[in-house]
T-cell receptor, first 112, second 117 residues
């Protein structure tokens, strides 16, 4: 079946611009996660959505980062006023309840 | 707080030899443990997990891992390495302690496995 998909696969932007990254989870999965993978920091948790509950935003590094999940399915991660330290691969994962998380291919963000 | 350590940045092994990638963890409650593999420019691919039950867990592509509670370890193993196993391997933990918060995974820094022909 279809896995987690993410778009775009690559994004190059200029410092100070806003970007939106999209995640389509596996159909029927109730939980959705965003992680960031960078050379210096490894894999870091950003935000978690579970059903209609309030999201866990404890991993967001600053108020420039936000995410929403519409209709319990697609999610968008928005980074405002991008900085060079935001350059990383942004990974989305989904799971059925609290079971195994399945990851998408990621979006590579480069901030010039 | 939960944490994972992968003490080796890189592991080199000859094709056909057994391989081990080490992982130790720290949690407040009982752990859920996972191994993922990442090929270049790809996302993370699930290999196997330990939730409860038998300490020896078998997963995809002939990989297995042994949960050792006393040593807080979850080492990944394979009896005979293939060149195609060369990739980046991540160990991850979720703490089941009720005060641990939501269900995000905490990852180790990753171990690069190189299988030499």
């Amino acid at each position: 079946g279809a896995g987690v998909s993410q778009s775009p696969s690559n994004k190059v932007t200029e410092k100070g611009k806003d970007v939106e990254l999209r995640c389509d989870p596996i159909s029927g999965h109730t939980a959705l996660y965003w992680y960031r993978q960078s050379l210096g920091q490894g894999l870091e948790f950003l935000i978690y959505f579970q059903g209609n509950s309030a999201p866990d935003k404890s991993g967001l590094p600053s108020d420039r980062f936000s995410a929403e999940r519409t209709g319990g399915s697609v999610s968008t991660l928005t980074i405002q006023r991008t900085q060079q330290e935001d350059s990383a691969v942004y990974l989305c994962a989904s799971s059925l309840g609290t079971n195994t998380q399945y990851f998408g291919p990621g979006t590579r963000l480069t901030v010039l | 707080a939960q944490s994972v350590a992968q003490p080796e940045d890189q592991v080199n092994v000859a094709e056909g030899n057994p391989l081990t990638v080490k992982c130790t963890y720290s949690v407040s409650g009982n752990p859920y443990l996972f191994w993922y593999v990442q090929y270049p420019n790809r996302g993370l691919q699930f290999l196997l997990k330990y939730i409860t039950g038998d300490n020896l867990v078998k997963g995809s592509y002939g990989f297995e891992a042994e949960f050792n509670k006393s040593q807080t370890s979850f080492h990944l193993k394979k009896p005979s390495a293939l060149v195609s196993d060369s990739a980046l391997y991540f160990c991850a933990v979720r703490d089941t302690y009720s005060g641990a918060g939501s269900y995000q995974l905490t990852f180790g820094k990753g171990t690069k496995l190189s299988v030499i022909p």
